[in-house]
């Protein structure tokens, strides 16, 4: 009869990590299903960039109050969950604040997470107050609506509850309160409760309290892959396979150079029969679904969190147009997710008529973008929406032929006189004598 | 002015510095053009031993590339490279960003490889070599505000360069709220140039020659004709084209020597 939390304890323990796992899988395979890329060079440059930017947070800071304040909620998480782990062992084999013994050090480590919670619970209700009262624009475009607005208010919830809860725990443990000094903001707190509780119901708060916080983290581990939440794990492999080209530098698409070349080699025969395996289907230029991008690409999209400083610095957006980088990473999780929902129901891809092209991102967005790099630049994870417009737009190029008229022209200039206008390569030096 | 072309230098056996690339802009938008002229004028005025291609240029494809034509940038690029290996190029000077973004970054994968500047780099390195001085008198106590182009600044981390350079002049570089990594597109770039923008509610130069005119400039000086074109016509939208120049930074240079 004893045992009967300790096994409680076991069975929650496996079911949120087993979840937590297939979840990680399930993500792992929608990642897979991109197309590779090589991003195994220079792993020092990428550590460094890991370093600076995930575990250092350069970039959140550009944007100092909000950045400080992600800091502070960050590496409170961070540290503050070194406390699970005494949490495990003590469900797990019954015993009470295992830790314990090892006296004052005990206490500073407990009265800094106490400190770094009470941090964690200001900071996040600022970002409440940002979202709701000060109503920051890019919390409330038109792709923040529904769910992901609720999305982004459910993880603050959770994170105001798990860091009261945990300080409540603390509160209504009256051996801690009595023999140890790490409770430098629980203290506060006790005497509300002595007041208003007897000690029987002081000890019942306390064991509520501590299952309550010890399932709310699990929940919480779990609502990752459901939610835009993700970032905390995958800013790290993000910035660690992020390009590190300048920003400036597009990929040249091989397929394309191979056949450049053979039309220029004046020794290729025309009318030679292609070597190329006759099944061999010819590769498809440019993206229309998620399957063409590349995986980083797709764990772009996981990665983000629907910050919205992409958007808030996109010369397209800030005039009102349809364009939106977030909305572009946002619906291709969309569609990754979808097309992961239905391998899972059919074992394999069934053809749903559906893709990313047209489906999710309409080509109205993609023709506003005007490449000038804001939105990679201001990623505080370094995720790239550019480069999957430009896959799109490659798509509707030379797949469809399907540009806006203008630049039709455009490129029909340039293949007949070398240039985007009208005007005749042989003028080209007349500026010299005008 | 004296302009050789690649093929007149060929013919005498000789081999030039540096290869001018003028770009499409700089060969036929009358605006650009200006900037071509300056720019070549300084090129005299320091003895750079230079060539253009003249009617063997052609477009170096970027416009194509971002607007998805992967297959026409590609062919434009083997044919540029063909053109300037074959005068065995080593180093290529540029007024346009676009271009000066091509040849750095796309071009040597498909073997092109030369050193590429900036025109503003270039200028920078002719000051810092005593090739060049710059009297500043002419602009002293003027305003002066830069534009950076997304394919000099945040396309190739290039911001210095040009502030450098106006700093010469005595001028007062005053700095919009959104500038170097931060910069607003002037709404030229990734093919926009050569469209109609799509539905919104304010064009995006007019939005960024808002963001100049808080500085309350004289000059708004670029490094892009393409950026030039678009904030000029924000400086007409806004009735401001009497009271406010936008200059490239070679006509800033070429004015304070009086070339």
Wanted: proline letters at 4%; glycine letters at 6%.
């Amino acid at each position: 009869m004893n045992y009967i939390n300790n096994i409680l304890f076991a069975i929650l323990l496996v079911v949120g990590i087993g979840f937590f796992v297939i979840n990680i899988k399930k993500l792992t395979r929608n990642i897979k299903l991109g197309k590779d890329i090589d991003r195994s060079d220079n792993p020092k440059a990428r550590w460094k960039n890991m370093a600076m930017i995930a575990l250092g947070q350069s970039k959140m800071v550009k944007r100092p109050i909000a950045g400080i304040l992600h800091v502070i909620v960050y590496a409170s998480f961070i540290i503050i969950n070194i406390e699970v782990v005494e949490i495990i062992i003590d469900g797990l084999f019954g015993t009470h604040r295992i830790f314990s013994f090892l006296g004052g050090f005990y206490d500073v480590l407990i009265g800094s997470f106490e400190i770094l919670a009470f941090l964690v619970l200001i900071a996040v209700i600022i970002f409440w107050i940002r979202r709701m009262i000060v109503r920051i624009p890019r919390f409330w475009s038109k792709e923040m609506t529904s769910w992901p607005k609720n999305d982004a208010l459910n993880i603050l919830y959770f994170e105001m509850v798990l860091m009261s809860l945990f300080l409540i725990m603390n509160a209504t443990d009256p051996e801690f309160q009595t023999f140890h000094f790490g409770n430098p903001i629980s203290r506060f707190l006790t005497p509300i409760f002595n007041d208003f509780f007897s000690e029987h119901s002081i000890h019942l708060i306390e064991q509520g309290a501590w299952w309550l916080h010890i399932t709310g983290i699990f929940i919480f581990l779990n609502y990752l892959y459901y939610s835009k939440h993700l970032h905390i794990l995958l800013a790290f492999p993000n910035t660690y396979y992020a390009n590190l080209n300048v920003k400036g530098k597009f990929d040249n698409l091989e397929a394309v150079t191979k056949e450049v070349k053979l039309m220029m080699d004046p020794n290729a025969d025309p009318f030679a029969t292609p070597a190329e395996d006759e099944n061999e289907t010819p590769e498809k230029f440019g993206a229309s679904d998620v399957t063409d991008l590349n995986w980083v690409q797709l764990m772009n999209a996981y990665t983000c969190t629907e910050c919205g400083r992409c958007t808030s610095s996109c010369p397209a957006n800030i005039t009102g147009k349809e364009l939106s980088p977030r909305a572009i990473m946002m619906k291709t999780r969309d569609r990754i997710e979808e097309i992961g929902k239905n391998i899972d129901k059919n074992g394999a891809f069934k053809d749903d008529g559906k893709q990313l092209l047209g489906d999710y991102i309409t080509p109205e967005e993609v023709w506003a973008c005007t490449s000038c790099n804001a939105c990679v630049e201001e990623c505080p994870v370094n995720i790239n929406p550019l480069s999957i417009i430009m896959d799109i737009r490659r798509y509707l190029v030379l797949e469809q032929s399907a540009a806006p008229q203008e630049l039709n022209m455009m490129m029909t200039n340039i293949e007949n006189n070398g240039a985007p206008w009208q005007y005749s390569q042989m003028d080209r030096l007349n500026w010299k004598d005008e | 002015m004296n302009v050789p072309t690649m093929a007149e230098m060929m013919a005498q056996g000789k081999q030039p510095e540096v290869l001018f690339w003028v770009g499409c802009a700089g060969s036929f938008d009358d605006r650009a053009k200006k900037i071509t002229k300056a720019f070549v004028k300084i090129l005299n005025k320091a003895n750079v031993d230079f060539a253009v291609l003249g009617t063997e240029e052609s477009c170096t494809g970027d416009p194509a590339k971002r607007a998805g034509n992967e297959f026409l940038f590609q062919m434009q690029a083997m044919t540029n490279i063909e053109v300037l290996n074959g005068y065995e190029v080593k180093k290529i000077v540029t007024a346009c960003p676009h271009c000066f973004n091509t040849f750095k970054n796309e071009y040597p994968e498909l073997g092109g490889k030369y050193q590429v500047y900036h025109h503003t780099e270039f200028l920078k390195s002719l000051l810092d070599e005593g090739r060049l001085t710059i009297e500043g008198g002419k602009f002293k106590g003027k305003k002066i505000t830069f534009h950076d182009p997304c394919y000099l600044g945040r396309a190739n981390d290039i911001y210095e360069a040009p502030r450098d350079l106006i700093k010469k002049l005595d001028s007062e570089l005053v700095e919009m709220k959104r500038s170097r990594a931060k910069g607003l597109c002037c709404g030229a770039g990734g093919a926009q140039m050569f469209k109609d923008a799509e539905k919104g509610n304010k064009d995006i130069n007019i939005e960024r020659t808002e963001d100049a005119l808080k500085t309350n400039p004289n000059i708004i000086a670029t490094g892009c004709p393409f950026c030039n074109t678009m904030m000029t016509d924000g400086i007409k939208a806004a009735d401001k084209e009497n009271e406010i120049e936008v200059l490239d930074i070679a006509e800033l240079i070429a004015n304070a020597e009086d070339l």
